[in-house]
């Protein structure tokens, strides 16, 4: 029972301390997430195209 006591504790001081994100600060994690998104696609077309034979090293 110790426990269950002790992560409500540490939940409630998590969510004391946290807040709501801004809209800038919303914007600037959606450009993150997206550009890191298209760098994992684009990463992930050219390995495709590496290993498939289309261009020649």
């Not at 939940?11 to 298209?38: H, W």
């Not at 684009?42 to 261009?55: D, E, P, R, S």
């Amino acid at each position: 029972m110790a426990d269950v006591n002790e992560f409500v504790q540490s939940s409630t001081r998590i969510f004391n301390v946290s807040r709501k994100p801004d809209m800038n600060e919303y914007k600037v994690m959606a450009k993150v997430t997206g550009l890191g998104i298209l760098l994992i696609g684009l990463i992930g077309y050219a390995v495709k195209f590496l290993l498939t034979g289309v261009i020649r090293l």
